[in-house]
């Protein structure tokens, strides 16, 4: 099997220090939010307006070793900080964390697709289709509900479908949505929305790095083609925005590629799926929901199979080692019976569960390796405080 470099894949994040669950935090902070007053552990500006900009993908190792195609983001560098996105590196989860300033054991949005116990369903926590009221699901205040309750105008600019979505709703909910479809577009909405009201918090989302890294894979000329016109639209919105106004950029998690023969297919290997009920997670965080008693000989049987390609962690070790920080209670049942975090460039398929728009992806994340796990946060300061 796969060798197991040293990837870090054995650490779990330290919800103590600064994370993606800071970010929001921290700025809110900056912006006089007495319910976040002392939480700012980036040294940001002070200010009565901010732009934050959170582009999905785009994790800060592959930012800087392709920094050829950002000039913009890469003099900002020098004063950027590294901090890890949370467990799993996927979108889902990486919103919640950033929307609720909380790690995933206690916003719950604890992976991609992960059982509903109420109803022994998987969710999809991105697509949320049939799922349960976002509200129930993660009950806690956002920081963008705070913000708001502080006088401060909120308002979040992204594609039209997320505006009322599941996971819009669980995570991100509080102020006003401006829909744009173009980088151009939510640009021009976002200066509006910072130019509106003397204190502002401006949300802009951009998802094409991830998509692009998805199909073409992350160290493709695509990739950095669409790189180079995000830094172009970051460089156009620094200088659009009032002068008294910061913007601070951040990723959701990186990616790595795997090359399809460093994957292996579970359509092809039952045994593997034997006393396995529900098949969660993704490719490269696999969540195993398995049937009563079933957890010591699945693990077995995927520890022998797998070696040190995969590290698996059953639901208590998740839980008492860190992965998710302190769990909130009902989130518990959420995690797999089993999960399996694969390491180095090796991910695990199931061609007949898994969508085919899934197990073609070329760049993959939600494993634990650097590349996947550290995300940027760089702040553009004002031009006059």
Known sequence: MADAPDDGALRPPDWSAGTLA??????????????????????????????????????????????GHAPFLRSLLGTASRVPCGFPTTTATSMGTFGTGLPPGAHGLVGMQVLDPSTDRLLNELSWEDG?????????????????????????????YFDGSGLTTAALRGGRFRAGRTLDDRVEAAVAAVRATPRSLVYLYWGDVDKVGHVHGCQSWQWGEEVEAVDGALRQLAARVPDDTSIVVTADHGMTDVPFERRVDLADEPALMAGVRHLGGEPRNLQLYTEPGAVSDVASTWG??????????????????????????????????????????????????????????????????????????????????
């Open 22 to 67: 800071s970010v929001l935090p921290s700025v809110a902070d900056r912006l006089g939010v007495q319910r976040y007053a002392g939480r700012d552990v980036f040294a940001l500006p002070a200010v009565q307006r901010t732009v934050v900009v959170l582009v999905d993908g785009l994790g800060y190792d592959l930012l800087r070793q392709r920094s």
């Open 304 to 385: 022998a199979r797998f070696g040190d390609a995969v590290r698996l962690l059953t639901r208590e070790q998740v839980i008492e080692e860190g992965w998710i920080g302190a769990v909130r209670p009902g989130v518990e049942a959420r995690v797999g019976d089993l999960v399996v975090v694969t390491r180095g460039s090796f991910a695990v398929v199931h061609s007949g569960l898994m969508r085919p728009q899934v197990v073609a992806l070329l760049g993959l994340h939600g494993s634990t390796s650097e590349a996947e796990l550290a995300v940027p946060v760089i702040v553009v300061p004002p031009r006059r405080g």
């Open 132 to 160: 349960p009221d976002a509200r129930a699901w993660q009950p806690n205040e956002t920081v963008f509900e705070a913000a708001e309750n502080a006088g401060v105008s909120v308002t979040m600019v992204g594609p039209h």
